[in-house]
């Protein structure tokens, strides 16, 4: 696979020297019918000044007041040299290829070209407008930082510095797209990230030949491990202290220009289901709160289901007095119960789709016209049994607890094929599901380590990290199934110690 | 390779016949069955079934038919109902008398057959007919019969008065060599159904019953039993010197009741001797002392330690009853011989060479009673 990566700029593609005049056909040939593109020539002490740029990717004011005035003032004559030297603006640097005028030009820098001269001067005043930092909307936590990315690059890496703090971290860039490249940065620590698992992320983004690159979820569906599956591989966060967290244990951050969420990798399917929260509570709590997210992730799978199998074929199974219950309930419907749970799960889904499409002051009426009025009409009309609101209502409940809003919404797909094994199969239709969706994690990748690490394969230590959270001195270790090069967070024996006050 | 894995998912589920299935709002679902003998010799099953309509709110009803099996009964009930009965959620299963004599292997192999009746549900026997028992109670009281005739037991048998008589114990007792089973007998007492006496089997023929007061007997040789409640006629003579001053002048009788709980009760037993076929049997009681029919000043150690004396007489000659009516009926609920197959050199023992030899056995009943709490007195 080829490469797009900038040729390097020789001597001999160099355009220079040449007039003025040539210079400005040539580059306002290549922005035809844009009327944003400026192009003033100056003359001064005899030699004609070329200054261009497009008007609103650069701070005309910063152009005007530091570029031009101390250019046309000057006594004496211009050259590349002595504009670098003399001009009083730090980032000026000098080009010879048409390629990179044009590829700077895009990004908002502003030329200076004295006539005759092997090189072109450029500096960046790029502006760029972004909105402001705002509360996390995806990701909402209760405790800690309550700051979410935006779309602006920039910003993100400013956070990401002043949340880690150190020399090792490194923010590589890589350019994606062809036709209209996008920054992508890569973001690790050194000294602690697996250099298998950065070559692998460097390589896959290098290899990407594209033609434009949307956002850093259409990134991670270019370079994941596979596109057939429906589970996430990689995690997709707004959350700045999350990928400062994750980063500093040893993984790999991606940032994509113009997208407000990171990507994490590598991912473990219980990776998904841990929230910063978890860190920010105490032991005891996090843990709780963490395995009550994977029950409810089981309970989301597998409940629909099996109240249609239970109900279809199972009755048997069924505590005596709910049977009554039940069967009371069941009797004023006229569906089968698979047809009963379908048209429920689908009204949900509904009402989740159309709370989130509608704006937020529209979308709160549709969940109290969903949760009150639609679900007590259902029942009365005879459509469901009352008992399956409850499951319904419980599932839906427990999907969306996953603090990964794209985990959530493949928890929710998959329970549509189990309600159907279930309706058609019974429990063994049930199992059958179960066991498809075992064997098909344990044989995925997350930019290939074990997806279901480290319950598969096993490690021990790593349980304290992904199951459940323990006291700090325990938690001494980083996840060891990703083999981060530095292990130790801190020394054990320090961390056991009770420093009190020496007399 | 995906067009092969389409096709045969395609014939899956094209070619697979579905599973029948069973949707509850079209089931009667059978939760109570009773088993009776007809002149002819064919049973008659009567079914407490649960069905679940619109219209009517009784939602229990009785149907009952006749087969050479259980299954066939059922079948032939299905006769009579537009809905099809299921008996997976079987809870309890009444054996009138007349079955129970002739054996009720033939009957439990039905249910021990089919894989979705629990192991858990009930047996009892019911005196003298099980359908009496349905019918009877179902007349009386109200709806959901099923529901009620197995709380009593379930009730019973979680103060410990029984123990536990669930199918699968029944099962590991009747196959137990040297082991019998015991069922507790529902019989019609003031229009009510009652729990009145432990039916004793011989293999799967009942042979004999006990007053239910006594199951506790049987029950400890099963588990701890913790809450049932005990009352012992002891003499009175004893007591004479402990009793209030104004009571002394009139006793108008002889012996006098006392209640206890029973706070922990274990037994273990031990063969003393494998040839004679002597066994020890320790007995501990703790006790704790509710009520007693004479007023006695039981302050003091004393008089506790003599009451416990004569509780532990009045035991231990209520097991050597117990034993002996048993070896006459020869049946042995108590285990007797699952102890001595341990104790044997080669380790087997038929069920038949069993009852040969549980007549001679000679039991010493080594009874220990605590009363640990009696009360506040006054």
Redesign the interface.
């Known amino acids: 696979m080829k490469r797009t990566r900038r040729r390097k700029t020789h001597n001999n593609d160099s355009i220079f020297p040449m007039t003025v005049d040539e210079l400005k056909k040539l580059i306002t040939g290549k922005f035809e019918n844009n009327h944003d593109f400026e192009f003033s020539i100056y003359e001064h002490h005899g030699k004609k000044i070329a200054v261009f740029f497009i008007s609103y990717q650069v701070k005309t004011d910063k152009v005007e007041d530091f570029l031009l005035k101390p250019l046309l003032s000057k006594q004496g004559e211009w050259t590349s040299k002595s504009i670098l030297n003399e001009v009083p603006l730090d980032t000026g640097s000098t080009t010879e290829t048409l390629e990179t005028i044009l590829e700077k030009l895009l990004i908002g820098e502003v030329f200076v070209y004295v006539e005759n001269d092997v090189e072109i001067v450029s500096y960046v005043l790029l502006k760029k407008e972004h909105r402001q930092l705002s509360k996390p909307e995806n990701e909402t936590v209760v405790l800690g930082p309550q700051v979410a990315f935006t779309e602006s690059l920039i910003t993100n890496l400013n956070i990401i510095r002043w949340s880690i703090r150190s020399t090792d971290l490194v923010l590589e860039k890589l350019m994606v797209g062809k036709r209209s490249p996008r920054e992508v940065r890569i973001v690790y620590m050194k000294s602690i990230a697996n250099e298998t698992d950065v070559n692998t992320m460097r390589q896959r983004i290098k290899d990407l030949e594209i033609d434009q690159l949307e956002d850093s979820t259409t990134l991670m569906q270019y370079i994941e491990d596979s596109s057939t599956t429906i589970f996430p591989q990689f995690y997709s966060t707004e959350l700045p202290d999350r990928v400062a967290y994750t980063v500093s244990q040893g993984r790999i951050a991606v940032l994509v220009e113009n997208s407000p969420t990171a990507i994490l990798a590598p991912s473990t399917l219980f990776s998904f289901f841990e929230s910063t929260e978890d860190l920010y509570m105490r032991w005891n709590v996090g843990s709780f709160l963490r395995i009550l997210r994977f029950i409810a992730m089981f309970i989301s799978v597998v409940l629909t289901p099996l109240y249609v199998a239970a ?6 199974l ?1 505590p ?1 007095r709910e ?2 219950t ?3 309930s ?4 006229p569906f ?2 698979i047809i009963e749970a379908i048209i429920l799960e689908f009204l949900i889904e509904l009402l989740r789709e159309a709370g989130a499409r509608l704006p937020t002051k529209v979308g709160q009426t549709i969940g109290i016209v969903g949760g009150v009025i639609i679900g007590q009409a259902v029942v009365q009309a005879g459509l469901t049994s009352s008992i399956l609101i409850i499951v319904v209502a419980l599932s839906a409940l427990s999907s969306f607890t996953a603090p990964s809003y794209l985990m959530g919404t493949t928890i929710r797909v998959i329970r549509y094929p189990m309600i159907l094994l279930a309706g ?3 429990i063994i239709g049930i199992m059958f599901g179960l066991c498809f969706l075992l064997i098909h994690l344990l044989k995925m990748t997350s930019l290939g380590r074990p997806y279901l690490s480290p319950i598969y394969p096993f490690r021990w230590v790593d349980l304290n990290k992904v199951l459940f959270r323990l006291p700090a001195n325990y938690q001494y270790k980083r996840f060891f199934s990703f083999r981060p090069k530095d292990l130790l967070r801190y020394n054990k024996s320090e961390a056991v110690k009770k420093q009190d006050i020496d007399e | 390779m995906i067009k092969r894995i389409i096709i045969i998912l395609f014939l899956v ?1 094209s070619l697979s016949g ?2 029948q ?5 079209r ?1 009667g ?1 059978i ?1 109570t069955r009773g088993v009776d003998l007809r002149d002819d010799n064919e049973i008659e099953a009567t079914m407490v079934i ?1 069905k ?3 219209e009517t709110k009784n ?1 229990s009803e009785i149907i009952t038919g006749t087969g050479h099996t259980v299954k066939d009964a059922r079948e032939n009930a299905n006769l009579k109902t537009g809905i099809q009965l ?1 008996s ?2 079987i ?1 309890l299963e009444l054996y009138g008398v007349e079955v129970a004599e002739q054996g009720l292997m033939r009957q439990i192999d039905t249910l021990v057959r089919d894989a ?3 192991d858990t549900m009930l047996l009892a026997v019911g005196n003298p007919t099980a359908s009496e028992i349905i019918n009877t109670s179902e007349k009386n009281v109200g709806t959901n019969v099923g ?1 009620y005739l197995h709380d009593i037991i379930q009730q019973n048998i979680k103060t410990d008065v029984l123990s536990r008589v669930t199918l699968q114990d029944f099962m590991h007792m009747y196959y137990d060599a040297g082991h019998d089973p015991f069922l507790p007998t529902i019989t019609i007492t003031e229009q009510k159904p009652t729990i009145t006496a432990l039916a004793l089997f011989k293999n799967d023929k009942l042979v004999g019953q006990i007053p239910i007061e006594k199951a506790y007997q049987i029950a400890i040789f099963n588990k701890k039993i913790k809450s049932v409640a005990l009352e012992f006629p002891i003499p009175t003579k004893p007591f004479e010197k402990y009793m209030k001053k104004d009571d002394y002048n009139d006793i108008d009788s002889d012996t006098f009741y006392a209640l206890f709980t029973a706070l922990k009760g274990t037994s273990k037993t031990k063969m003393t001797d494998v040839k004679n076929l002597h066994y020890q049997t320790d007995i501990t009681l703790k006790l704790s002392l509710h009520e007693l029919t004479k007023e006695i000043n039981v302050k003091g150690p004393e008089v506790i330690k003599l009451l416990e004396k004569q509780v532990e007489k009045e035991i231990t000659h209520q097991y050597e009853e117990l034993l002996t009516k048993l070896k006459k009926l020869n049946s042995d609920p108590f285990g007797y011989g699952s102890i001595y197959r341990t104790n044997k050199a080669d380790g087997k023992l038929k069920k038949s060479e069993w009852h040969d030899k549980f007549p001679d056995i000679e039991v010493d009943f080594n009874v220990n009673v605590k009363i640990i709490r009696h009360g506040t007195i006054p």
């Open positions: 109900v279809t074929y199972h009755y048997e069924i005596l049977l009554i039940l069967g009371q069941r009797a004023v419907v089968p119960p058609m199969l019974g | 589920f579905c599973v299935s069973k949707t509850i709002e089931l679902i939760n649960y679940f309509d619109l939602i299921a997976g959620q809870n979705r009746v629990s529901q």
